[in-house]
């Protein structure tokens, strides 16, 4: 049985916005995915969008709980609005966790869904600000515990003395 869901591009999947897989994939990932302890997920794809797909940004402030909220939404550089598929997105990864009692999430940072810390500003200047993205803030508002990719000692520590 599972216990962690890892945001799939940190394996290497090619979902990344940018059509570029992350090739220094962390060992301890790929030991707990051949293992069953993990379980891959990509909320946008998940949530209907192609890879590669335009870059998007939080807009407004709040973060992911404001876009969740209506108050904040998901645009590309182009502006066109992708809340739905985010927020769709969201939704899937959470009931995915629901599903397979999953309790614990390993999400990359900056990303718009998988944030855990920071996102960037909605201005696409590269600017970095305290907040989560979409699907990190919904794990945690039901109670998922997110890390980043910065916090795998954290997260096995975490999940190993749950066992
Ligand atoms: Fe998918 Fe999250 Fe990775 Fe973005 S950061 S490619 S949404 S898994």
New binding site residues.
Partial sequence: MPHVMI????AGEN???NGIPVEDVDKRLKKWLAEGTAVL?????EGGLVTPRDPAEIIGEGGGKAVLDGTARVATEKGEDVTEAFVD?ARKALAFCLEKGIRYAL??ER?P??GSHLIYDGRFQGTRVPGR?V?AALLEQHGIRVFSEAEIDALESAFTGSL
């Fill in positions: 945001s799939a591009c940190l979902v990344r916005y997920f990509c909320p946008e794809v997105g999400l990359q990303s869904s998988c993205g699907t």
